[in-house]
């Protein structure tokens, strides 16, 4: 039992060092990493969210920037077309996410491993080309330009700060769902669904719900992006951006919580330092990195850590 | 075949259950009835037919032909989880437990879906109905390791958790798939006298499939013998025991 208070007093100290650095962060670095941190957090909390989906319950998606993509889309259209305010649209914009995985998602849990895979890259890429093709709504290729954040959060600090605290509350849910009786379901059934259909879990009914969450909780990550970028383009639902969280998660560790988050600052850094030095070679950068993660670490960094310091099992698991 | 069962004491029926993979025909117009409170062994040479059998009662696999009726109810047509519901639970052939998941969380997690609490996102888990696991990871004797990932326990205490898992429920009917596949003679013993005595404690209906007979002629009621997909013979250990089709097909042409 004191041993267990000792570790809450850890934890607690933890973060409000976390909190602190992440407060002060835009005062102490220039100007460009603030920009550069936003993005950082609008990707942990894209991951993350992919996530639940691979980490928690075993689903791999291809086809997770079309959430993104209706996220922010979502958003810009309704700040554009229908003029509503823009925080609201933050709040609003990830239900046309939600309401994407819901449909999507009700064919797409249908199927396992390779062929989920591919239903909903195939479903991502139908939601590229309405997006690209329909000009007159979402401007196909032109993008919808002007989505600029309300006055008030319009400089990039104030910008990094409401991320933040949006991501931070994002990220909080995930973890309350990961360790809600819901997410204890869904490890079930990642391990053994057949286990789990016979403990009276109905496995199809539990992923299309995890998948609608995820589906909201990559709609917000869209929608931040949106208005942190002033605009939206249909490269957002590509299936390049549905790798970026996949390759990020590997980095990081799909097992860890954390490793959506530790991937994202590693990913985004290289990304920033690397295609800054040699703009063409990021791409080869990236491919080295990640064939070195598999065959060194599998289980990313996170994996690489805890073997490091502790040599055992760490208890933060998705 | 058998004594006639009155209508209230059958917990299970089964009517002309047919199963073909291709032109293979794994169970064939199988007829069953189980009382309320048997212990019942299904053997048979391998291939006869009692996984497949096993698994279309759980609807993991679908029927060409047949009907399943459990304490009145039709599960014919069910979804696995929603048989689960009406009452009975199972192990399987091979062990199946959350491995990556500790066994309290095993256990809890069987807990939370059966006390319909699992569609909850809100509250953590960790403390729910972790005393009741505790109580049930007790009654398997795997009290000392509750916080380790289960995929580095024994293979008999592995099994032992899914026993553990399937009790969760407190079902009428507990169906058990080879439950000593693996074990030592020892551990075979050890389990089977658990089940035993847990089914006497319970009440339960108790259907099982094993190889081992020892295991079988000790704590079953009824035998149900199948071959190649049919039921040969059915009847109290003794009479199974003297039986000559039996002894010809399964235990040996000297058995």
Same mark, same amino acid.
């Given at each position: 039992?004191?041993?267990?208070?000792?570790?809450?007093?850890?934890?607690?100290?933890?973060?409000?060092?976390?909190?602190?650095?992440?407060?002060?962060?835009?005062?102490?670095?220039?100007?460009?990493?603030?920009?550069?941190?936003?993005?950082?957090?609008?990707?942990?909390?894209?991951?993350?969210?992919?996530?639940?989906?691979?980490?928690?319950?075993?689903?791999?998606?291809?086809?997770?920037?079309?959430?993104?993509?209706?996220?922010?889309?979502?958003?810009?259209?309704?700040?554009?077309?229908?003029?509503?305010?823009?925080?609201?649209?933050?709040?609003?914009?990830?239900?046309?996410?939600?309401?994407?995985?819901?449909?999507?998602?009700?064919?797409?849990?249908?199927?396992?491993?390779?062929?989920?895979?591919?239903?909903?890259?195939?479903?991502?890429?139908?939601?590229?080309?309405?997006?690209?093709?329909?000009?007159?709504?979402?401007?196909?290729?032109?993008?919808?330009?002007?989505?600029?954040?309300?006055?008030?959060?319009?400089?990039?600090?104030?910008?990094?700060?409401?991320?933040?605290?949006?991501?931070?509350?994002?990220?909080?849910?995930?973890?309350?769902?990961?360790?809600?009786?819901?997410?204890?379901?869904?490890?079930?059934?990642?391990?053994?669904?057949?286990?789990?259909?016979?403990?009276?879990?109905?496995?199809?009914?539990?992923?299309?719900?995890?998948?609608?969450?995820?589906?909201?909780?990559?709609?917000?990550?869209?929608?931040?992006?949106?208005?942190?970028?002033?605009?939206?383009?249909?490269?957002?639902?590509?299936?390049?951006?549905?790798?970026?969280?996949?390759?990020?998660?590997?980095?990081?560790?799909?097992?860890?919580?954390?490793?959506?988050?530790?991937?994202?600052?590693?990913?985004?850094?290289?990304?920033?330092?690397?295609?800054?030095?040699?703009?063409?070679?990021?791409?080869?950068?990236?491919?080295?990195?990640?064939?070195?993660?598999?065959?060194?670490?599998?289980?990313?960094?996170?994996?690489?850590?805890?073997?490091?310091?502790?040599?055992?099992?760490?208890?933060?698991?998705? | 075949?058998?004594?006639?069962?009155?209508?209230?004491?059958?917990?299970?029926?089964?009517?002309?259950?047919?199963?073909?993979?291709?032109?293979?025909?794994?169970?064939?117009?199988?007829?069953?009835?189980?009382?309320?409170?048997?212990?019942?062994?299904?053997?048979?040479?391998?291939?006869?037919?009692?996984?497949?059998?096993?698994?279309?009662?759980?609807?993991?696999?679908?029927?060409?032909?047949?009907?399943?009726?459990?304490?009145?109810?039709?599960?014919?047509?069910?979804?696995?989880?929603?048989?689960?519901?009406?009452?009975?639970?199972?192990?399987?052939?091979?062990?199946?437990?959350?491995?990556?998941?500790?066994?309290?969380?095993?256990?809890?997690?069987?807990?939370?879906?059966?006390?319909?609490?699992?569609?909850?996102?809100?509250?953590?888990?960790?403390?729910?109905?972790?005393?009741?696991?505790? !109580?049930?990871?007790?009654? +398997? @004797?795997?009290?000392?390791? %509750?916080?380790?990932?289960?995929? &580095?326990?024994?293979? #008999?205490?592995?099994?032992?958790?899914?026993?553990?898992?399937?009790?969760?429920?407190?079902?009428?009917?507990?169906?058990?798939?080879?439950?000593?596949?693996?074990?030592?003679?020892?551990?075979?013993?050890?389990?089977?006298?658990?089940?035993?005595?847990?089914?006497?404690?319970?009440?339960?209906?108790?259907?099982?499939?094993?190889?081992?007979? !020892?295991?079988?002629?000790? +704590? @079953?009621?009824?035998?149900? %013998?199948?071959?190649?997909?049919? &039921?040969?013979?059915? #009847?109290?250990?003794?009479?199974?025991?003297?039986?000559?089709?039996?002894?010809?097909?399964?235990?040996?042409?000297?058995?």
């Amino acid at each position: 039992m004191q041993q267990k208070k000792h570790k809450a007093g850890h934890l607690i100290l933890l973060i409000i060092i976390l909190l602190t650095v992440l407060l002060l962060l835009p005062h102490i670095i220039p100007f460009f990493f603030i920009l550069v941190a936003t993005e950082i957090a609008i990707l942990a909390l894209f991951a993350a969210a992919f996530n639940l989906l691979l980490g928690s319950g075993g689903m791999l998606s291809f086809g997770h920037a079309a959430y993104f993509a209706l996220g922010a889309y979502g958003s810009a259209l309704l700040f554009k077309k229908a003029g509503v305010p823009m925080v609201l649209t933050v709040a609003a914009g990830p239900l046309f996410a939600a309401a994407g995985a819901l449909l999507f998602g009700f064919f797409i849990v249908r199927l396992t491993t390779v062929y989920f895979a591919m239903l909903s890259l195939a479903f991502a890429q139908i939601v590229y080309t309405i997006i690209f093709k329909w000009y007159g709504f979402t401007g196909g290729d032109n993008g919808l330009l002007g989505i600029w954040p309300t006055s008030f959060l319009k400089s990039p600090v104030a910008y990094y700060y409401f991320t933040m605290a949006v991501v931070g509350l994002s990220v909080l849910a995930l973890y309350a769902i990961i360790n809600s009786p819901f997410g204890y379901a869904l490890k079930a059934i990642r391990e053994n669904p057949r286990r789990a259909r016979f403990i009276g879990v109905n496995v199809k009914r539990h992923q299309h719900m995890a998948f609608v969450l995820s589906g909201f909780f990559s709609g917000i990550a869209g929608s931040l992006f949106a208005f942190f970028n002033g605009s939206v383009f249909p490269d957002y639902a590509f299936f390049n951006k549905s790798f970026e969280p996949l390759i990020v998660v590997i980095m990081g560790g799909t097992q860890f919580f954390l490793g959506p988050l530790v991937g994202a600052v590693g990913y985004k850094l290289l990304e920033t330092f690397i295609s800054g030095r040699w703009p063409v070679y990021w791409p080869l950068f990236m491919g080295s990195i990640v064939i070195t993660v598999i065959l060194v670490s599998p289980q990313g960094f996170m994996g690489f850590l805890e073997r490091l310091l502790w040599g055992r099992k760490l208890r933060s698991r998705t | 075949m058998g004594k006639e069962i009155e209508e209230q004491d059958v917990a299970l029926r089964i009517k002309a259950l047919t199963k073909h993979f291709g032109g293979v025909m794994a169970v064939y117009g199988v007829d069953m009835e189980i009382a309320q409170g048997d212990i019942r062994a299904i053997i048979g040479p391998n291939g006869a037919g009692k996984t497949t059998l096993f698994n279309l009662i759980t609807g993991d696999l679908s029927k060409n032909q047949g009907r399943v009726h459990f304490r009145g109810q039709d599960i014919s047509r069910m979804p696995p989880y929603k048989i689960y519901r009406c009452g009975i639970s199972r192990t399987f052939q091979i062990t199946s437990i959350f491995l990556r998941l500790t066994p309290l969380e095993n256990v809890q997690t069987a807990l939370l879906s059966h006390h319909r609490r699992h569609y909850n996102i809100f509250t953590p888990a960790k403390s729910i109905y972790r005393q009741e696991a505790l !109580d049930i990871l007790e009654r +398997v @004797s795997l009290k000392e390791q %509750v916080l380790k990932p289960s995929s &580095i326990m024994s293979h #008999g205490d592995q099994r032992r958790l899914e026993l553990a898992i399937a009790l969760v429920s407190e079902p009428q009917l507990l169906m058990l798939d080879e439950p000593t596949a693996g074990m030592a003679p020892q551990e075979r013993r050890e389990t089977m006298e658990l089940v035993a005595r847990i089914g006497e404690e319970e009440g339960l209906t108790i259907l099982f499939t094993e190889h081992d007979m !020892d295991v079988v002629f000790a +704590v @079953s009621k009824r035998i149900t %013998v199948m071959h190649q997909g049919r &039921i040969i013979f059915e #009847g109290k250990p003794q009479e199974v025991r003297a039986n000559r089709e039996v002894q010809r097909v399964y235990l040996g042409e000297d058995g």
